[in-house]
């Protein structure tokens, strides 16, 4: 079956109907509050928006244009203070509140606000959206410094500079999604329990999440969480994955498997060098030697545009992408396919959602095999009873269904043997220079942390004995979820509509790099190839010259999965009200362009975007700075109104007597003189003790942690962000969980990854009563191995 004929059996859907009749409060401050009301309002919800001038970086023109963006559709009443704070909420499904950046009467206004919503007989889903939480209070925060107690930031820029920080308030971003998912995950289960009604979402965390997930692609095989340039250490496992100069310009190449190095290989006439031995995986040639790889490759690289590298990768199925500056990624084909951007009268194009919706054509609703009770006590079993048909891999899809399963879905992870998610290739994971016990597929800790407290099942989906199995567990699920090329599935005759015709009901999410139609629809990638393409990439580095970009952090997987999960627990919600199902072919590349609304409006405003290097557009100092010690940093933010408590905490520093430095505009002018001063003064402090004044005085600060400082730290504990699991071949082992907090609470399911194929006879037997004789033919004839 063809995509066309899937398209043929579903219909359009308006993003817009899945939140109809919802209403949302909107309290904020920050890019994090206003992009998560955005969300709910491109989903259909009514937001009324309370706040200041939102505090981001961005200025003048630009800056019009992102508040422009960020608060589109929703209503923005002034903040009377002599209306009741009852009557602001009164009948509001979501409360969403983040206060970082108000002045202390606003933050009283809306704390009054929120205490009116607690009380009253049904409350309504509160989300508290904050950068950086310690024992249930704030602490002073913002991107750069979330960023920097994460450990994200230690993973950007080359080993002997600075470390380089997520720009344009990108953590702001991840956090507002990610709190978006979390309200409507409460919403969805409409919980009984008062306390679970309360949700708390910290920017820190989420991004601590992050790097708890992906590092562990790297420090349980022995490669360091660091600093390597434009390369993430070790190549994130397998080489070559880096950002490399060709004959026009700059592109990112990736090979994650064995099959993609030799594809690659053959696209370079098989060399002579590449039949040395120690070149034959991938993983070695990652491990010991990538630098004399890349003196192969680079030359290869260099002789060809960045055309013939996109047609070699088309034809091979590799994953290359150029370096796109921002105003060469909305010319894009791939967006105006798609009618991605929206054109102002202004003439200024800006995002629209980063999916598509469709329902079944017929106008037939299905089994719901979920009911919302509303009896869960405890986080992780908000979502329990819901079940979740994975078919994904590597990290977006999986990381979407393990929020779910956090949460107490049941998520029955469909592999064959002869088609393995690649997250179980990463090779075994080493201990003192040792591999570990065990099968190569089940030895290794990316895929427990991926897929951990999931049901594991195989089968072959190409036998049409497995079709008809999967087809048959599709009427017991409510979600399905995959991340292949557009047309893997529909090969095998499984699409929208196949799976619709069983269960009407069921929502199905496609996430592809560019979406399921367009030039795009084919193309091979991963979150480096994401970043490339929306022009993240080029913003990374300390000028034009040195870019290095963000391959270590893969922001686009996780943040893909945040947008996954926003839009697939609002269909969820609309099938509950209509009990109908709906497909959402989800864009990872638009997701990303959705964060950077700032970068999107000056890049077609402003000749080029200056690499910002850690500066902040608006203010003086922002950035990271040297402490006393070896490869110690402090991330420092220093607002206009926090100059004279800055001033007085650096009392003993030349520069705080320097009067020259009262003035903000000059700050800014001179700001290479002043951070240079202060880089002096802060490299004769100890980190931790300078990073405690400065909160003293209610100044951002933060250590920029590496992931051994983030993930010993008291804060982080605190916020239990891991569980321990055990795990057959790992041993015990921690695994990082949705960090969000229910009632003060976490969700996190304490169970590891499946062995694969452990689960196949229970579920079969549990869903569709296959008799174990019946197994165990299809097990022999090869359909369940």
């Known amino acids: ?91 509001a499904d979501v409360v969403l509140v983040e206060t970082d ?3 202390a009467r606003w933050r009283e206004r809306a704390s009054k606000l929120v205490t009116a919503a607690a009380q009253l007989a049904t409350p309504p889903v509160v989300v508290h959206l904050a950068g950086a939480v310690v024992d249930g209070e704030t602490i002073p925060s913002d991107s750069l410094t979330t960023a920097a107690w994460s450990a994200v930031s230690w993973s950007i820029g080359n080993a002997d500079m600075a470390p380089l920080s997520l720009p344009f308030d990108i953590a702001d971003f991840q956090a507002g999604v990610y709190a978006a998912a979390a309200g409507l995950a409460a919403l969805l289960a409409d919980p009984d329990s008062r306390d679970l009604r309360s949700v708390e979402v910290a920017g820190r965390d989420v991004l601590a999440y992050y790097v708890g997930m992906i590092t562990a692609n790297f ?28 004959q026009d310009g700059h592109v990112v190449l990736m090979c994650r498997n064995q099959r993609e190095w030799h594809l690659l290989l053959e696209a370079m006439g098989n060399p002579a060098w590449s039949r040395d031995e ?36 088309r034809e091979k199925g590799l994953a290359v992408a150029p370096i796109r500056s921002m105003r060469e990624a909305l010319e894009e084909e791939q967006f105006a396919f798609r009618d991605f951007l929206a054109e102002h009268p202004d003439g200024v194009r800006a995002a629209t959602v980063p999916w598509h919706l469709h329902e079944p054509a017929a106008d037939t609703t299905g089994p719901r095999p979920w009911p919302v009770t509303g009896t869960a006590h405890e986080p992780a079993r908000l979502l329990q009873g819901l079940r979740v048909l994975d078919l994904s891999w590597v990290w977006s899809g999986p990381l979407t269904t393990s929020v779910l399963g956090d949460l107490g879905a049941d998520v029955i992870k469909v592999e064959h043997a002869g088609h393995l998610d690649t997250g179980r290739l990463r090779g075994k994971a080493r201990r003192d220079g040792v591999e570990v016990e065990g099968p190569e597929h089940e030895a290794t800790p990316y895929f427990n942390q991926m897929n951990h407290g999931k049901r594991s099942i195989t089968v072959d989906m ?131 362009l959705c964060v950077l609304p700032a970068p999107i409006a000056q890049g077609q405003i402003e000749a080029n975007i200056p690499v910002p290097a850690n500066t902040h557009p608006r203010f003086a100092p922002h950035g990271h700075f040297p402490c006393k010690g070896g490869d110690r940093w402090i991330a420092l933010s220093v607002r206009d109104e926090q100059w004279p408590a800055f001033v007085a905490a650096a009392s003993d520093a030349p520069f705080a007597a320097d009067p020259r430095w009262s003035d903000s505009g000059e700050r800014l002018r001179s ?115």
């Open 1 to 91: 079956m063809t995509q066309p004929s899937t398209r043929a059996a579903a219909r359009g859907l308006r993003s817009g109907d899945l939140l109809a009749g919802t209403r949302v409060v909107e309290l904020s401050s920050r890019p994090s509050g206003a992009y998560a009301g955005r969300l709910l309002a491109a989903l259909g919800a009514s937001v009324t928006r309370f706040g200041p001038p939102l505090d981001m970086a961005a200025t003048g023109r630009t800056a019009e244009l992102a508040d422009r963006w960020l608060h589109e559709g929703k209503a923005q009443p002034d903040f009377n203070a002599s209306l009741a704070p009852e009557s602001l909420v009164h009948g």
């Open 101 to 103: 950046s108000g002045d």
């Open 219 to 246: 420090l349980p095989y022995e490669r360091p969480w660091t600093r390597d340039g434009a390369r993430p250490p070790g190549s994130a496992g397998v080489y070559p994955a880096s950002i490399f100069r060709c």
């Open 278 to 313: 120690k070149f034959a995986d991938p993983r070695v040639v990652a491990r010991l030697h990538a630098d004399e790889a890349d003196a192969h490759l680079e030359p290869w690289i260099r002789a060809h545009t960045i055309d013939e590298l996109m047609e070699i990768g």
């Open 462 to 592: 190409k036998d049409e004995r497995g079709r008809a199995l999967l087809l048959d567990l599709v009427q017991h699920c409510d979600v399905v979820v995959e991340n292949m090329r557009p047309g893997a599935l529909s090969r095998l005759g499984l699409t929208y509509a196949d799976f619709a015709e069983r269960n009407p009901s069921v929502v199905m999410l496609s996430m592809s790099m560019g979406g399921q139609e367009g030039p795009l629809r084919t193309m091979k990638g991963y979150a480096g190839i994401m970043a490339a393409m929306s022009g993240l990439e080029s913003l990374i580095g300390y000028d034009e010259h040195n870019i290095v970009g963000s391959l270590s952090p893969a922001l686009g997987d996780p943040n893909a999965a945040g947008h996954a999960l926003t839009v697939l627990l609002a269909a969820l919600i609309r099938r509950r009200r209509s009990g109908r199902g709906s497909w959402i072919d989800l864009s990872q590349i638009e997701a990303l």
């Open 671 to 785: 700001r290479p003189e002043l951070e240079a001063a202060i880089a002096h003064w802060t490299s004769g402090h100890d980190r931790d003790e300078l990073v405690e004044t400065l909160l003293e005085a209610d100044i951002p600060a933060a250590p920029v942690a590496s992931f051994e400082d983030m993930s010993r730290s008291p804060w982080a504990k605190e916020r239990e962000l891991t569980v321990r699991v055990p795990h057959k071949y790992l041993g015990d082992t921690d695994v990082y969980v949705v960090p969000w907090k229910f009632g003060g609470r976490t969700g996190g399911r304490a169970a590891p990854a499946p062995l694969l194929g452990a689960d196949t006879d229970d579920v079969l037997e549990e869903l569709l009563a296959v008799d174990p004789r019946r197994i165990e033919q299809l097990r022999a004839d090869g359909v369940l191995r």
